[in-house]
């Protein structure tokens, strides 16, 4: 693709760069003209949703029976199994993981009430990765092990890219899926139920505008997705005012909804003003280790901030600018009415490595604001 980026992996940079290129990396770039998204027609619901529960873990089995209350889900979307709960798989454990979710929601679903369903809820911390594959990746596109030999090379293509595709089992054959993981059990709940609470909370013409950051840091490497930062101002039909800031302003922002960020850590305290359905990421090498073993800020940090979904790398990604969340498409199709599953898992080219974390169905721009016509947020090009 165009954007790719092949400069070096952004735990690799030193902490302190020099002054010449810290002033660079401060000053804006140029606005990039707006990538056509696609007109939705529609997102995914309860009914689409598998859930897969931990029997081994007490932490899955208190945050699934909340999920699926929260969600209403009927016994035949949820499948109990017996997993390790540590933090990387192998690939023997994770192919009995996939062969247990194949026969409960596959295309050959065995048992009394066979449910094919469209994505996953995994109601875990634990695993997150599959060798150096996110658990997430490998269930969508399969594990990938010639990845592992070296994790800064390209990975497999997603063709659930900046689709506008609402059904991603019957038209690619794979589910995409994000685990319900936080801090605690009672973080993880608080999570759920702001991703419920967050439905059609931004729907409506006649609210306040919600803040869509685009922060600027003075770390050139993880700063690479500035080149993808669409001009700033308010997009008034859709009431969200996109802001191009440096990261020590996001504190005092208010009515936050997305926070696109490349850093070491998460630029999260003191949390920001979030709205329920808040999506926030930051570009480094390990955001998906949960574990925190790199020394690196992680989707969790954000999940405890009040963030509904976010995003992270398991394994060394280098800077690819496709292993990370492209923040025009993310939130092109978030505030069209796409969950934060659709709108994350659309937003990234190659997510084999790509852990994502959130409520999976929180919608709070549905039902759509956007005419129904194909469109572009930005101006029509030439």
Not at 160 to 165: G, I, R, S
Not at 270 to 298: I, N
Not at 350 to 377: D, K, N, Y
Request: proline share 11%; aromatic share 6%.
């Amino acid at each position: 693709m165009a954007w790719a980026q092949t400069a070096p992996a952004a735990s690799a940079v030193p902490s302190a760069a020099p002054a010449r290129a810290q002033a660079q990396a401060a000053s804006a770039p140029p606005p990039r003209p707006w990538l056509p998204i696609p007109r939705l027609g529609g997102r995914l619901s309860a009914a689409d949703i598998g859930l897969v529960i931990n029997t081994a873990d007490p932490y899955s089995v208190a945050v699934g029976r909340h999920y699926i209350a929260a969600r209403g889900l009927k016994p035949a979307q949820v499948l109990r199994l017996r997993l390790p709960t540590k933090a990387v798989l192998s690939r023997e454990e994770f192919e009995a993981l996939a062969q247990a979710i194949e026969q409960r929601f596959g295309a050959d679903a065995q048992g009394p009430q066979p449910v094919k369903v469209q994505a996953l809820a995994l109601a875990w911390q634990a695993p997150y990765a599959v060798e150096c594959n996110s658990i997430t990746g490998a269930l969508a596109l399969g594990f990938d092990a010639e990845l592992c030999r070296d994790s800064c090379k390209p990975s497999r293509v997603s063709r659930y890219f900046n689709a506008a595709t609402t059904r991603p089992f019957t038209a690619l054959g794979w589910r995409p899926a994000m685990l319900l993981a936080a801090p605690t059990v009672a973080a993880a709940q608080a999570l759920i139920d702001r991703g419920v609470a967050s439905d059609g909370s931004l729907a409506t013409s006649d609210r306040e505008p919600v803040a869509a950051m685009l922060l600027l840091t003075d770390d050139p490497a993880r700063s690479v997705r500035r080149v993808l930062y669409p001009e700033p101002g308010l997009r008034r039909p859709l009431g969200v005012d996109l802001r191009m800031v440096p990261a020590a302003e996001l504190p005092a922002a208010r009515r936050v909804v997305m926070v696109t960020t490349g850093s070491l850590q998460v630029p999260a305290v003191p949390a920001p003003d979030w709205v329920p359905g808040g999506l926030g990421d930051h570009l480094t090498s390990y955001g998906g280790d949960l574990q925190g073993t790199h020394g690196q800020g992680t989707v969790l940090e954000w999940i405890a901030s009040g963030a509904t979904a976010s995003h992270g790398s398991v394994s060394e990604p280098c800077n690819h600018l496709q292993k990370f969340p492209h923040p025009q498409v993310l939130l092109g199709h978030y505030v069209q009415g796409a969950t934060a599953l659709e709108a994350y898992w659309k937003s990234v080219a190659w997510p084999q490595q790509s852990l994502f974390v959130g409520e999976p169905l929180a919608a709070p721009f549905s039902p759509p604001l956007l005419p129904a016509r194909p469109t572009l947020l930005g101006p029509t090009p030439p």
